[in-house]
Every structure is written in structure tokens, then in C-alpha cells.
């Protein structure tokens, strides 16, 4: 039998994305213009980075869902410090939020490893602390765009190559993570934990140490995201993206991660954000109201479930087969 070149589900959602674009463009051409495509894909970024972050976490068996909370917590201190000094370089504010959303990950992390208590449970909990942090310190007030630096706003809308930097960012961020999953020990580390722990154990791979750079990795894609947030929009308050944790978890999901952890790609991950981005950007254009978004991405999300727990049905009986044959 000839190996498989091409995923079989990256390619099924890639033809999935693109006869969504044609259906949507059988309606409204203008939706596939490039630039209107270009402008798609800069709506998408946000969650392109924060899925990948997330793919990691789930590729280990667990799950993040403060990842939005962080963006915001992160977002709010960033703008703050920006109005406390408006000077303040950019790639220093940069280095600020990658530095707190890691260490909101690494909080995650050595709950869940030293602790041992259910990642969904220390998540949930950081999620709820997170928002009440940006509460007390913000004291429930909003940081507008009035008060914020110039350099601090334009910097993700700033173009290069006809591109603003914001999806630089996102096309930055999955070259990086699509070398370190294949080529990086870490990321070998990742899919074996994921895969069965037990054997990782038995190779030398420190379970709940991958685990806990998995939830830096994602606590630090996070806090990137949130300056980039507050900077695009231009404001920051206390429910920022709020329920987004949902759509970073669906975009995995229908990316083929698995939620039993070990199999996934980042290709998979993109494609899943992509596919919802393009949703998003669709509903108003075929006239449905944004807010049936979420029942789409909680509806993707058992659909893609129950796909995988069938896929993995199927897998299991070729091999019990297999293993069948040769006795």
C-alpha cells in the first residue's frame, strides 16, 4: 500500500473551505476578492495563533480554556501601560505581553502538573480569576483609543508587502510551529506524550513537563494576542473576547486535532480557524445574524468530535483485524 502524501482531512477540509467560497460567491462575487480574502484572513489571525497554541495543549491530553481570559487579562495591562508611558517602545510591549501570558500558562501548567488536578478545572478556575484581575485593576473601566499611543495602535495595522503585520504575525507564528512540531524535539515530545504517555515515560520524556511548556507556549501566544487585539480594535475592557475560548477550542477540533491527544497537525489547526473565520465572515453577506456563530462553532465542534470517535472506532477495528490475520 503506498503512503498517504496528502492528509486525508486537511484536504477534505481545505475542499470544504473552498466550496463554502464558492457557494458564498454563487451569492455575492465580491466575497472572493482577493482583498476581501486578504481582509478575511487578517480577521482570522487572532484565532490562528491562539489555535495553535491550543493544538499543543490538546496534542498532551489536556485543554485550555483560559486562553481568551489571558488575551483580555493581557490586553487591558498592555493598554494600561501605554497610558502610563506612551513612549515605551513596541517590541518592548511585545516582550511584556508574550512574558505575562506565559506566566498565566505556566500558573496552568504547575497546577496541572504538580498538583495533578484535571487541566478542564484548573482552566476554568484561572479563566474566572483572570477576568476578575482585569476587573481590579482596570476597576471595571474601559481604556479607549483616545488615550492610547499612536505606535501602540497602528503597529498591527501597519502593511508590508501589502499585508498588515497583524497576519504577518499569524503566517510567522505557524512557519515557527510547523518546523518545532516536526523538526524540535519538544514537538516530537508533544505528539508521544499525547500519544500514550505511559510508553513516554519508558523513552525518557517528562509527562508533566511537556505538559507544562504546552501551557506556556499557549499562555504566550495568548498575551501575544491579546496586545494585538486591544491594538487593532483600539480598546480594551473587562469582557473582552469573551466566549472566544470556544471558538479557539472548535478550530482545533474541526481541525482534526484529537481531544484524546497525540494526533493533530498544524495544517489541521489553520484550516479549522480558517474554516470559521470564513463562517464568520459570511453570515452577514447571506444575511444570518452573527450571534448564530457560537451554535455554528458548538454544532462543529460534536460533528467534528463524533467524526474522530468514528475515525478512531474504524482504526481500532483494522487492527484488531490485522492483529487477527497474522495469529
Not at 473576547?241 to 486535532?257: D, N, Q, S
Request: some cysteine; glycine content about 12%.
Amino acid at each position: 500500500m503506498l503512503p498517504r502524501i496528502i492528509p486525508v482531512r486537511e484536504t477534505i477540509l481545505a475542499g470544504a473551505i473552498l466550496a463554502l467560497l464558492a457557494l458564498i460567491a454563487s451569492r455575492f462575487a465580491g466575497f472572493v476578492a482577493p482583498s476581501n480574502l486578504a481582509n478575511v484572513f487578517n480577521d482570522t489571525s487572532p484565532l490562528i495563533i491562539l489555535a495553535l497554541g491550543q493544538m499543543v495543549v490538546i496534542l498532551t491530553r489536556c485543554i485550555d480554556l483560559s486562553v481568551a481570559a489571558n488575551l483580555a487579562l493581557t490586553g487591558m495591562a498592555v493598554a494600561m501601560i501605554n497610558v502610563a508611558m506612551p513612549g515605551l517602545p513596541i517590541p518592548v510591549i511585545i516582550v511584556i505581553a508574550l512574558l505575562l501570558g506565559a506566566a498565566m500558562g505556566a500558573v496552568n501548567g504547575l497546577l496541572v502538573w504538580k498538583l495533578s488536578i484535571p487541566p478542564i478545572v484548573v482552566t476554568l478556575g484561572t479563566m474566572t480569576i483572570f477576568r476578575g484581575i482585569i476587573f481590579l485593576i482596570s476597576g471595571g473601566k474601559w481604556v479607549n483609543s483616545h488615550e492610547m499611543s499612536e505606535s501602540f495602535t497602528g503597529f498591527p495595522r501597519a502593511e508590508v508587502l501589502g499585508l498588515p503585520l497583524l497576519s504577518w504575525a499569524a503566517i510567522v507564528t505557524v512557519l515557527l510551529f510547523a518546523i518545532m512540531m516536526a523538526r524540535t524535539p519538544l514537538g516530537r515530545s508533544i505528539f508521544a506524550v499525547g500519544g500514550n504517555p505511559h510508553a513516554a515515560v519508558y523513552t525518557g520524556i517528562n509527562v508533566g513537563r511537556t505538559q507544562f511548556l504546552a501551557f506556556v507556549i499557549s499562555g504566550a501566544l495568548a498575551g501575544l494576542t491579546g496586545y494585538l487585539w486591544v491594538a487593532r480594535y483600539a480598546v480594551a475592557y473587562v469582557d473582552i473576547a469573551g466566549g472566544f475560548e470556544l471558538e479557539v477550542v472548535a478550530a482545533c477540533v474541526i481541525g482534526g486535532i484529537s481531544i484524546a491527544g497525540g494526533v493533530g497537525s498544524v495544517g489541521g489547526a489553520v484550516l479549522g480557524a480558517l474554516f470559521l473565520g470564513v463562517v464568520k465572515n459570511a453570515l452577514p453577506v447571506v444575511n444570518i445574524s452573527p450571534f448564530w456563530q457560537l451554535a455554528i462553532s458548538g454544532s462543529a465542534i460534536l460533528i467534528a468530535v463524533a467524526f474522530n470517535a468514528r475515525a478512531g472506532r474504524k482504526k481500532g477495528r483494522i487492527i484488531l483485524k490485522s492483529a487477527e490475520a497474522k495469529s
